[in-house]
């Protein structure tokens, strides 16, 4: 069962914050979050296991509500670098890594 | 570079071609996974290698033959493809097939091959 991200896209300008959320029908037990530039593989940023935990890498911090079973990454204080498709990965109790269809960040100076 | 390394990076290849893609790691890791991605569509899992065994098959058309002869090589055999088949194929690896709770279920992405059925 694929998650579902919100919103598709998202402009911002530099120093801008945006919130890409992710959610799930089913049992979540860990939340993946990657960021794919354009023409390049996805790239790992991190991965929340708890129900209620919260990490940070930078300026880019996610939070995982598992009796909600959704997760939200928040950038903040955006840098033009920011900018890419974020996709949420989510592992139910089947032990699969499934993918949102994406959302898409432009930070514009 | 994540250590992931995919070949070709382009195919463009007839419907009545047989291909194959390839998919290489040194990092150690136990489990393999092709994905597919179009436009505007969600990352599919197509396949799931744990220790060289298949352990998913998405639904997949037979037209996808995988094969895994080793924790470090992975293969996606093409044959009798459609046009809606053309899109990017992603290999990812990770040191365990993911379990509950556990930390090291981190997928490293290949850079695709971007496949065209012409």
């Known amino acids: 069962q694929q998650p579902v991200q919100s919103p598709q896209a998202v402009i911002l300008r530099e120093g801008e914050d945006a919130v890409i959320n992710c959610s799930s029908s089913?049992?979540?037990?860990?939340v993946h979050w990657y960021r794919q530039k354009h023409g390049e593989a996805p790239v790992f940023l991190m991965i929340l296991l708890k129900g209620g935990e919260q990490k940070g890498h930078d300026k880019i911090s996610a939070s995982f509500n598992e009796k909600k079973q959704q997760s939200s990454l928040y950038l903040t204080a955006s840098q033009l670098s920011y900018s890419g498709t974020y996709f949420c990965?989510?592992?139910?109790?089947?032990?699969?890594?499934?993918f949102g269809a994406g959302t898409t960040v432009t930070v514009r100076a | 570079e994540t250590g992931v390394t995919q070949t070709p990076r382009h195919l463009v290849m007839g419907m009545t071609n047989k291909k194959s893609l390839k998919c290489e790691q040194h990092l150690g890791h136990n489990a393999m996974y092709w994905y597919k991605q179009s436009a505007k569509k969600p990352l599919e899992l197509m396949f799931v290698?744990?220790?060289?065994?298949?352990?998913e098959n998405n639904s997949v058309p037979s037209r996808f033959s995988p094969e895994c002869p080793n924790s470090s090589h992975l293969f996606l055999h093409l044959h009798t493809l459609q046009p809606e088949d053309s899109a990017l194929y992603l290999c990812?690896?990770?040191?365990?097939?993911?379990?509950?709770?556990?930390?090291?279920?981190?997928?490293?992405f290949g850079q695709g091959t971007r496949l065209t059925v012409v």
């Open positions: 990812a690896s990770s040191q365990e097939l993911g379990q509950i709770m556990q930390s090291n279920t981190e997928a490293f």
């Open positions: 089913k049992a979540l037990y860990s």
């Open positions: 290698y744990s220790l060289e065994e298949r352990v």
């Open positions: 990965g989510t592992e139910n109790d089947d032990y699969k890594l499934s």
